[in-house]
């Protein structure tokens, strides 16, 4: 999500994280990584997962596409969203578009039915920390790593397993230290290149006009699924995914 955003989504966000956080400071973190699907290996339950081991990515922000130069990567970010979330997805399905979901921590414990849903689909899982705090880049290493190594143990629960393969900042509030942190535990720092500002309410016609000027920019196109009124993200997409195929692009997952 971009840092510019209203911080009252914020603001609920971290007062309904305050009480995890703290209890989960001190607690060890699983990590093991998924498979191209975002599947564990070897099983589906949290401690399944919690024996993987973790193969380190690149910690440089991630822009490009696996589907090659002429991919498309579209995000969802701060979800899920019990509301909107369903709505993303059936889209998603009718269009046969693959996508990755920035998860907020706090959003994957509330409702772990629509994480594993994502997963069901063939989407991939993006750790998005426990409560979207934009001013992540100046505050002490020991508050990044809380915050994203507590919303990584969330997700793995809420998702019976399934590991986040990528870590988006909130804001893009990037850190060397967050980085390099999500890397080693094998989540591939998430970037985008055209930014729809579906979270300022634009009206659909203005988003899906971004998304056609923008898109030469990079092929990582960010949405929202959650953090407020989402019908115009969903009809934004209804008509920018024809659209983008008929232009000669593919849908895929982002680099890691």
Same mark, same amino acid.
Not at 243 to 252: A, H, P, V
């Given at each position: 999500?971009?840092?510019? #955003?209203?911080?009252?989504?914020h603001s609920r966000?971290l007062a309904?994280?305050?009480?995890?956080?703290?209890l989960?400071?001190?607690t060890s973190?699983?990590t093991?990584?998924?498979?191209?699907t975002?599947?564990?290996?070897?099983?589906d339950?949290?401690?399944?997962?919690e024996?993987q081991?973790v193969? #380190?990515?690149?910690?440089?922000?991630a822009?490009?596409?696996?589907?090659?130069p002429?991919g498309?990567?579209?995000?969802?970010d701060d979800?899920?969203?019990?509301?909107?979330t369903?709505q993303?997805?059936?889209?998603? #399905?009718?269009?046969g578009?693959k996508a990755?979901f920035c998860m907020?921590g706090t959003?994957?414990?509330?409702?772990?039915d629509?994480?594993? #849903?994502?997963?069901?689909d063939?989407h991939?899982?993006?750790n998005?920390?426990?409560?979207h705090?934009?001013?992540?880049?100046?505050k002490?290493?020991?508050?990044q790593s809380q915050q994203? *190594?507590d919303?990584?143990r969330?997700?793995?629960?809420?998702?019976?397993?399934?590991?986040?393969q990528?870590?988006?900042?909130?804001g893009?509030?990037?850190?060397?230290?967050s980085r390099h942190?999500a890397?080693?535990h094998?989540?591939?720092?998430?970037?985008?290149?055209?930014?729809?500002k579906?979270f300022?309410?634009?009206g659909?016609?203005?988003m899906?006009?971004?998304?056609?000027?923008?898109?030469s920019n990079?092929?990582t196109?960010?949405?929202?699924?959650a953090?407020?009124?989402?019908?115009e993200?969903v009809e934004?997409?209804?008509?920018? *995914?024809p659209?983008?195929?008929?232009?000669?692009?593919?849908?895929?997952f982002p680099?890691?």
């Open positions: 999500m971009a840092k510019h #955003k209203g911080r009252a989504w966000l309904a994280a305050l009480g995890v956080t703290a989960a400071a001190a973190v699983w093991a990584q998924a498979d191209t975002g599947q564990p290996k070897g099983g339950s949290s401690a399944a997962a024996e081991p193969k #380190k990515v690149a910690a440089e922000i822009h490009a596409s696996e589907a090659g002429r498309v990567n579209i995000t969802i979800g899920p969203d019990p509301v909107w369903p993303v997805l059936r889209l998603l #399905k009718d269009e578009v990755t907020v959003q994957a414990k509330a409702y772990p629509l994480v594993k #849903k994502v997963v069901a063939g991939r899982l993006c998005h920390t426990v409560s705090d934009t001013t992540m880049d100046t002490s290493e020991a508050y994203i *190594l919303a990584e969330m997700i793995i629960e809420a998702s019976g397993g399934v590991r986040s990528y870590y988006r900042a909130p893009g509030a990037f850190t060397p230290y942190l890397a080693s094998g989540m591939r720092p998430l970037g985008w290149n055209v930014d729809t579906d300022e309410h634009p659909a016609d203005t899906v006009a971004t998304v056609k000027r923008e898109i990079g092929p196109v960010l949405f929202h699924d953090g407020g009124e989402r019908s993200t934004a997409l209804r008509e920018v *995914l659209w983008l195929r008929e232009q000669g692009y593919s849908f895929g680099v890691r």
